[in-house]
C-alpha cells in the first residue's frame, strides 16, 4: 500500500501471553504496576467483560484469528491441526492490501494434508498461522533469533532451558525468585520489542498490519532483575480458594484431576519437589506480576515509538491476552478449568477519531473471537461468512446494538488422541466425551460435560463459583433455561463457511451472514434477573 496520509490505516495487534484481566481490572489491579497499559486505557475503550472462547494457547488463537467457536475449527488442543483452508485475519488482510506481519508465534499446528510428512512445518505445534509474514521467530520452544543474540553478546548455556531457570547472584543453589541468567535489557521481552521498533521504520510510507505478541508472563516463571523482585510475596493478596483442596475437588468429580495437573512446581524448572507452601504460592504470584510489569513496560516503548513517529492518529491499536492463568486460585494452576481466571481477559482498543470515548468501559460481553471482525471492519474489508465473532465498532462508538449478545460461551477440550490425561484416567472419558462448554449470562455460569457427569451452575448473586448450586431445587428453572439457551448457541453457530451458499442454474449464490449487532439478527435478548 503506498501511502496517504489521509488514507493511512495502520494496525497493532498485541496479544500478551496468559495475562489475567484482574490484573487491570479486579483483584490484582492495585498490586501491580502496569502504567502503560493504564496509560493506553486513558486514551482508549475498556471491554471489562470479555472471554476466550477457548483454552489453552494454540486453539485460544486459532479462534481469535479465525473469529471461530472452538466447535467450528477443531483446532481443539496444542497439536491439533487448523484445516488449511479456513478463512484467517492474516489472509483477510492480504485481501485488503497488507502485509500481516508477525512478530512472535501464534501456535498454529498446520494441516497436514497439504504438506509432506518431513516438511519441519508439521513437525512442531509452534508454527505460525499461514498468511503471516513471520518477521521474527519468537517461539517458546524454539526462539533462535534470540538464542543466537545471547550467544552473540558472550552469554553461555548448555541448554536452551536454562534461559528459563533462575541463577543465583552468588553462584550457590539458585532460590525460586533469584533473577533470570540474563539481563532485563536481553531478556526475549526486550529482544522482540527491539526487533519490532527496529523494523518499523521502513513500512511508514504505507499502511502497515503487525501482530505482536508477548510470551510472558506466561510461565516458567523466571525473570530478569529488578522484576524477579519487584513485588513483595508477603504484600500480596492471597489466593480466592477453599482452605483445603478436598473441598475444592468436593465441588465436582472435574476438579479432583484439575488440581493434580498442574502444580506450583509445574511453573517453573530447576524445583520438581516445590512444595505447595503459602509462601512459595506468593513467590509465583510475585514472579508473575514481575513478568506482567516487564511486558507493560516494553510496551510503553511501542506506544512512544508511535507517538514518535506521528503514526498514533492512525494506527488502530487491539491489546488482549489469550487467555487467563489460575494462579493458585481454587489450588489450581494454568487454564484447563471452568474458572473465569483463567477465561476472563483483558481487551483494550484505541480506535483513531474516537477520543470522545477515551478512557470509557464497556460492560456488554465481549468474546475473543470479536477482535478479528473489529480489525476488518475498521480497514473496510468484508468479515467472511464462517467468522461466529461480530464486530464491536459500533460499541467503541458507543452505539451498542439493541439486539447484543446477552451470554458469552466458551469450551476446553481436556482429553488427548495420543496418551490419556489425567481427566480421562480419573474420570473414565473418552477423548469424544472429554469436552466440556461453559455459558455466561449476566448472573449464571452454567459449566455442561459431553461425558456422563452432572452440570456446574454458578450464582454471581450468591456465593459465585465457589458454590455448584446445580442441585439446588430452587434453581432448576435456570438450569432448564440455560442449559437450552446452550443447545440453541450450538445449533444457531454451527459453522457457516458454505451454509449460506446456494447453487442455482445461474451459478452459484451467497446471503451475507447475520451477526450479534446486525438488524436481522435474532438473539435470546429477554434479561434473565430471577
Known amino acids: 500500500m503506498s501511502k496517504d496520509i489521509a488514507q493511512t490505516k495502520n494496525v497493532l495487534f498485541i496479544l500478551i501471553d496468559q495475562l489475567r484481566a484482574d490484573c487491570l481490572t479486579g483483584a490484582l489491579a492495585a498490586h501491580v504496576a502496569l502504567p502503560n497499559l493504564r496509560d493506553l486505557m486513558s486514551q482508549s475503550v475498556t471491554f471489562e467483560q470479555n472471554y476466550t472462547v477457548v483454552n489453552p494457547c494454540g486453539p485460544s488463537r486459532a479462534s481469535i484469528l479465525t473469529g471461530q467457536y472452538a466447535m467450528n475449527h477443531r483446532s481443539i488442543r496444542n497439536g491439533t491441526p487448523l484445516r488449511h483452508d479456513i478463512p484467517t485475519l492474516p489472509g483477510e488482510m492480504r485481501k485488503a492490501g497488507y502485509v500481516p506481519m508477525l512478530f512472535g508465534y501464534t501456535d498454529t499446528s498446520r494441516d497436514p494434508r497439504v504438506h509432506h510428512p518431513m516438511d519441519p512445518a508439521i513437525r512442531t505445534y509452534e508454527q505460525h498461522m499461514e498468511g503471516f509474514q513471520e518477521m521474527l521467530e519468537m517461539r517458546l520452544e524454539m526462539s533462535y533469533p534470540w538464542r543466537a543474540d545471547l550467544l552473540a553478546k558472550g552469554y553461555k548455556f548448555d541448554d536452551y532451558w536454562d534461559l528459563h531457570k533462575p541463577v543465583s547472584p552468588t ?61 513483595d510475596p508477603a504484600k500480596l493478596p492471597p489466593p480466592l480458594r477453599h482452605d483445603r483442596v ?13 488440581t493434580q495437573a498442574y502444580t506450583p512446581a509445574s511453573t517453573v524448572l530447576s524445583f520438581p519437589d516445590l512444595e505447595p507452601t503459602d509462601e512459595n504460592i506468593q513467590t509465583l504470584r510475585a514472579l508473575y506480576l514481575g513478568l506482567a510489569s516487564e ?85 473496510g474489508q468484508a468479515v467472511p461468512n464462517s467468522m461466529d465473532g461480530a464486530s464491536l465498532v459500533p460499541l467503541l462508538r458507543s452505539e451498542p446494538p439493541a439486539n447484543w449478545r446477552q451470554y458469552s460461551y466458551s469450551e476446553l477440550d481436556f482429553g488427548d488422541p495420543e496418551v490419556p490425561t489425567i481427566w480421562q484416567n480419573m474420570l473414565g472419558t473418552s477423548v469424544a466425551e472429554s469436552n466440556l462448554a461453559i455459558l455466561r449470562d449476566g448472573r449464571f455460569t452454567l459449566v455442561e460435560f459431553a461425558a ?47 451454509s449460506l451458499h446456494s447453487i442455482t442454474a445461474q451459478g452459484p449464490r451467497q446471503q451475507k451472514r447475520q451477526r450479534p449487532g446486525d438488524a436481522c439478527f435474532q438473539s435470546d435478548s429477554r434479561r434473565h434477573s430471577p
Open 171 to 231: 553462584g550457590g543453589a539458585a532460590r525460586l525468585n533469584d533473577p533470570a541468567l540474563y539481563t532485563a535489557q536481553d531478556s526475549d521481552t526486550a529482544f522482540l520489542t527491539d526487533r519490532f521498533l527496529a523494523t518499523l521504520p521502513a513500512y511508514s510510507d504505507q499502511s502497515w498490519f503487525a501482530h505482536l505478541t508477548y510470551i510472558r508472563p506466561h510461565p516458567p516463571l523466571v525473570a530478569p532483575a529488578p522484576y524477579n523482585a519487584m513485588y
Open 246 to 258: 478436598a473441598d475444592e475437588c468436593a465441588i465436582h468429580p472435574f476438579f479432583g484431576p484439575t
Open 295 to 379: 511486558v507493560d513496560t516494553h510496551i510503553g516503548r511501542v506506544m512512544q515509538f508511535l507517538r514518535d513517529s506521528e503514526q498514533e492518529d492512525n494506527t488502530l491499536v487491539v491489546l488482549s491476552a489469550d487467555h487467563g492463568e489460575m494462579l493458585g486460585d481454587r489450588h489450581s494452576w494454568g487454564k484447563f478449568t471452568t474458572y473465569d481466571a483463567a477465561y476472563k481477559t483483558p481487551l483494550i482498543i484505541r480506535m483513531p477519531g474516537n477520543a470522545a470515548r477515551a478512557g470509557s468501559v464497556v460492560q456488554d460481553i465481549t468474546e475473543s473471537i470479536d477482535l478479528t471482525p473489529t480489525i476488518l471492519d475498521w480497514v
Open 452 to 498: 456422563n457427569l452432572p452440570p456446574l451452575l454458578f450464582d454471581h448473586k450468591g456465593a459465585g463459583e465457589m458454590e455448584n448450586v446445580a442441585q439446588d431445587p430452587q434453581r432448576q428453572g435456570d438450569l432448564m433455561r440455560l442449559t437450552r439457551q446452550m443447545l440453541r448457541h450450538r445449533m444457531r453457530y454451527a459453522d457457516q463457511t458454505l
